[in-house]
């Protein structure tokens, strides 16, 4: 059987009209599907007997299991190992973010990268998701946020920065954002997405093509020969090119480049690392994201001291950058930056 979330809305009503019946019925589907998550097809108004008939015997409305749910000590960080039908399994994360929550996606089973200060980089890449299983994680984390905190039931921004390199598997997930920002369904925009990327410059070159989301680097050393220990993606694709084809992407007014910047203690905080950031990055329109090392089993690196990465920022902020420090949320049930890992 199909899943329902392998449709765009184009080929929903493609897929309507087939069989007869009038496409503006694939309108009403995404509605009632997407917006008031209407779970079997036996509930949904509005469509012809016949339609419903057809849907019931060869759509399928069913999402991947989640086949373990943990709930940080502080209640608000939630984490799903959510199993696809071929047995795989990825995290999906609830993170609390001001008023709001986001839901942090994954977009591969483990990740080809191999970043050495990452958990998710040890496990190697298994394989791509494809759109209706990225889709299918936003679907129940919403649904569980629904359920579990009704008063916070406004669609939640989405970051991909789960499991796996987003810009490695750009195909699916330009899709699932297709369906993510329809009008009939949960109608997201671009501003409330944010992609995060190791620097695949393959991927980089089509990201005007992600209609407008918002992108994050992980930037994590201004220094090749340091960004090569740390990304070893760095050495096919070094920063000077990384940050020309970053130039060519399509901002809004107002719209800027984060730069993720993990600190790792004693090893990529220096003034050495202002001075070189000043001389690549000024002038570009660019806030930077501290991300203080979240330690994992078996990590080769040390968290830093927090006032470390206060200097830090300091540092940045007088060189003319915007910063902020991404407080650490779930590290209790590895659901923090850099701790998934499904092996
Ligand atoms: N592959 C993408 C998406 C992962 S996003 C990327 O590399 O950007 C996850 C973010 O967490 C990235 O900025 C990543 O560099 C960061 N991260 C990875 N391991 C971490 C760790 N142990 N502690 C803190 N942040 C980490």
């Excluded at 795989?88 to 591969?108: D, G, N």
């Excluded at 890449?125 to 649904?143: C, M, N």
């Excluded at 080769?300 to 915007?322: A, C, I, N």
Aim: proline fraction near 5%; aromatic fraction near 10%; charged fraction near 25%.
């Amino acid at each position: 059987m199909k899943s329902f979330y392998n449709y765009t809305l184009n080929e929903l009503e493609d897929l309507v009209t087939s069989i007869g019946q009038k496409s503006a019925h694939a309108r009403t589907l995404f509605t009632q599907v997407y917006k008031k998550q209407i779970d079997s097809f036996e509930n949904i108004e509005n469509i012809s007997l016949e339609l419903k008939e057809y849907l019931i015997k060869n759509i399928s409305l069913e999402l991947p299991k989640v086949v373990k749910e943990q709930v940080s000590t502080d209640q608000k960080t939630v984490k799903f190992l959510v199993q696809m039908n071929d047995g795989r399994t990825v995290e999906t994360v609830l993170v609390p973010f001001e008023k709001k929550y986001t839901i942090c996606i994954s977009s591969q089973v483990g990740c080809a990268m191999k970043c050495s200060f990452c958990f998710t980089g040890t496990q190697g890449l298994t394989r791509h998701l494809d759109s209706t299983e990225i889709l299918a994680q936003y679907v129940l984390a919403f649904k569980w946020l629904k359920k579990n905190m009704p008063e916070k039931s406004a669609p939640p921004n989405i970051v991909f920065m789960g499991q796996g390199e987003p810009l490695h598997n750009i195909e699916q997930v330009k899709k699932c954002l297709g369906i993510l920002f329809t009008t009939e369904g949960l109608h997201l925009g671009p501003r409330q997405v944010t992609l995060s990327t190791a620097g695949y410059l393959p991927g980089l070159r089509d990201f005007n093509d992600l209609m407008g989301i918002n992108l994050a680097l992980s930037f994590h050393s201004p220094f090749d020969e340091q960004r090569n220990e740390l990304i070893p993606l760095n050495k096919a694709y070094p920063l000077s090119e990384i940050i020309k084809q970053l130039k060519t992407i399509n901002l809004r007014k107002r719209q800027f480049l984060t730069f993720e910047y993990l600190i790792i203690k004693d090893m990529n905080h220096s003034l050495e690392h202002i001075e070189r950031i000043k001389e690549l990055l000024t002038g570009l329109p660019v806030i930077f994201n501290l991300i203080p090392f979240n330690e994992f089993p078996g990590s080769p690196y040390k968290r830093p001291l927090m006032k470390d990465v206060e200097w830090f920022k300091e540092q940045l902020s007088e060189s003319g950058f915007h910063t902020m420090v991404r407080t650490t949320k779930g590290d209790d049930i590895l659901a923090a930056c850099g701790q998934l890992n499904t092996k």
